[in-house]
Nanobody, 123 residues
Framework: QVHLVESGGGLVQAGGSLRLSCAASGRMITNYVMGWFRQAPGQEREFVARISRSGGARYYADSIKGRFTISRDNAKNTVYLQMDSLKPEDTAVYYC????????????????WGQGTRVTISS
């Protein structure tokens, strides 16, 4: 089992940047595909980005492509989400998740979740 803890959220102005971190414990994240999801008030949880076990393959939602970058440091057992050119519509609680090679973009296919970190973008 793996325990995930997100950090780095906060309040920033539109156009600003934030870097989210997801620290894992219990098992090494090399065992997992890692993903970031977000959930805005009244909305369903949506896929943001995922990264393969080695970090060699990354996949992004169209809504954030070119603005967000997912990365992982397996030695530190940590996954990151660098968010640039933030927009008010990026406001949400951001979650880190651990899954398998078949998890894809479906949150139901991810096995472990963090508690989330809130990101608020002011206009």
């Amino acid at each position: 089992q793996v325990h995930l803890v997100e950090s780095g959220g906060g309040l920033v102005q539109a156009g600003g940047s934030l870097r989210l971190s997801c620290a894992a414990s219990g098992r090494m994240i090399t065992n997992y595909v890692m993903g970031w999801f977000r959930q805005a008030p009244g909305q369903e949880r949506e896929f943001v980005a995922r990264i393969s076990r080695s970090g060699g393959a990354r996949y992004y939602a169209d809504s954030i492509k070119g603005r967000f970058t997912i990365s992982r440091d397996n030695a530190k057992n940590t996954v990151y989400l660098q968010m640039d050119s933030l927009k008010p519509e990026d406001t949400a609680v951001y979650y880190c998740a651990a899954g398998s090679d078949t998890s894809g973009t479906d949150p139901r296919r991810y096995d472990y979740w963090g508690q989330g970190t809130r990101v608020t973008i002011s206009s």
